[in-house]
């Protein structure tokens, strides 16, 4: 954009005070549900907006002088923003950036009051519970299902709800399979309980994980088929390769095995931070909520500041919102890692990469996915963010028979977003249905 579009888009003063007091005294009535706490963590959001935005001013002498670098594909408009910044009057530039400044702050600040105010909650039946041990249980969205009905096991993330694959009415992975005839069995972690906080990887998969699968045989009358969304798909796997004779069939959705294809960076910040997570694993004992969410922050810093900002333009009343609400209360509604299974992630996954350098142990057995080779089939979408493309190729270099499929989504689009029946939730049925 031009200096002089610039000046021509900027927010007229009456609206930026309306915005900001539509911060303080919000026109939406308050909703009668629990207060929402996102975007966590909201001080980290906060800061990384108010630090990118306020850098404007600070870099905005050299952005005057043409001595910013900038993409070989922004050049040309580049050298024409210099001459047009360079012939403004210094004092005018400064007080049009401080006032966009507050533009997007207030627009920031209105997005995410709009999602505080907003009237959705999610209110699906929970369906029955097949099994439970301790905070875990294992939900079956298809009990009244007929003896040809075929049993899934889906294993969600240990970070996040398993309700991600159950969003909304319209956005369900798993009553969609039900009533197509299958019969999803979904492992929901729970709350982390004091017995749960000493947890590690092999307790879950060996322990948890293989007595949910033995509900699930017995509920399929034999062998299973075992999906495991993300880190799900990590514990998936270990548990297919040691319980192979109980796992009909596996399917990998954005499962991740380079823990440093494309995020080399990020995950050397956990191998030299190994002291540092040791000492606040053993004071807390877990790895809370809001410093995982912080993990995912470091992906793309700005993402908050878009999101909320668009959210705002948005009909609250519109199917569009009401999605963004229901996705965004699921990110939110995050859940504590155990101390000795973060450990193992942090450390072992992303810090020396265990999984892909063939180290990462269960109950002392390796993890090797060559080793599995019934029918396996890998979902890799073409725009995750989380875990990179190449992070999850990996894998598929490593099953060589394995079926793979790339959804046109990111991480999260795959499993609920506008082309996830198309992208995903229709070509896992046709697999699973062979």
């Not at 000046?7 to 026109?27: E, F, H, L, Q």
């Not at 398993?162 to 492992?187: E, H, I, K, Q, T």
């Not at 992070?391 to 060589?400: E, N």
């Not at 790339?406 to 049925?429: D, F, N, Y």
Request: proline residues 9%.
């Amino acid at each position: 954009m031009s200096w002089a579009g610039f000046r021509r888009t900027r927010m007229p003063a009456a609206d930026r005070w309306k915005v900001s007091r539509t911060i303080v005294s919000p026109s939406q009535p308050k909703n009668l549900g629990p207060p929402r706490l996102g975007p966590r963590p909201m001080g980290l959001h906060l800061t990384s907006a108010m630090t990118s935005l306020v850098s404007s001013l600070a870099a905005l002498p050299n952005a005057r002088l043409g001595l910013l670098p900038w993409h070989p594909t922004l050049t040309a408009a580049a050298a024409n923003l210099t001459t047009e910044l360079a012939a403004a009057e210094p004092n005018s530039l400064v007080s049009a950036v401080g006032a966009e400044i507050q533009d997007r702050l207030g627009a920031l600040m209105a997005g995410i009051q709009a999602y505080h105010d907003h009237p959705y909650r999610r209110d699906l039946p929970e369906p029955p519970v097949l099994w439970r041990e301790g905070g875990t249980r294992l939900l079956d969205y298809n009990a009244d299902a007929g003896p040809d009905a075929r049993t899934v096991l889906f294993v969600p993330s240990l970070v996040n709800r398993y309700y991600v694959l159950d969003l909304m009415r319209d956005r369900s992975l798993v009553r969609w399979l039900a009533r197509r005839g299958f019969r999803p069995l979904v492992v929901d972690w729970g709350d982390l309980s004091e017995t749960e906080r000493g947890f590690d990887l092999t307790d879950y998969i060996d322990g948890r994980l293989g007595r949910a699968l033995d509900a699930a045989t017995a509920a399929g009358g034999g062998p299973v088929p075992v999906a495991g969304y993300c880190m799900g798909g990590n514990l998936a796997l270990a548990l297919a390769c040691r319980r192979a004779a109980d796992v009909s069939a596996l399917a990998l959705l954005a499962t991740p095995w380079n823990f440093q294809a494309e995020l080399a960076e990020q995950a050397r910040l956990f191998a030299t931070g190994g002291d540092a997570w040791t000492g606040v694993l053993t004071a807390l004992g877990e790895l809370p909520v809001d410093l995982l969410q912080t993990f995912f922050a470091m992906l793309d810093p700005n993402l908050a500041i878009r999101k909320f900002t668009a959210f705002g333009r948005l009909d609250p009343a519109s199917d569009e919102a009401r999605r963004f609400v229901a996705l965004e209360d699921w990110l939110n509604d995050g859940v504590p890692l155990a101390g000795p299974v973060a450990r193992e992630c942090l450390v072992g996954w992303y810090g020396e990469n265990s999984p892909y350098r063939g180290e990462w142990r269960v109950a002392d057995e390796p993890v090797d996915p060559a080793a599995f080779t019934a029918p396996t089939l890998l979902a890799i979408p073409d725009n995750d963010r989380i875990v990179p493309p190449g992070s999850a190729r990996a894998l598929a270099a490593a099953m060589p028979h394995a079926c793979m499929i790339t959804p046109p989504s990111g991480h999260i689009g795959m499993v609920v977003g506008g082309q996830a029946e198309a992208g995903l939730w229709r070509p896992l049925a046709d697999w699973l249905g062979h």
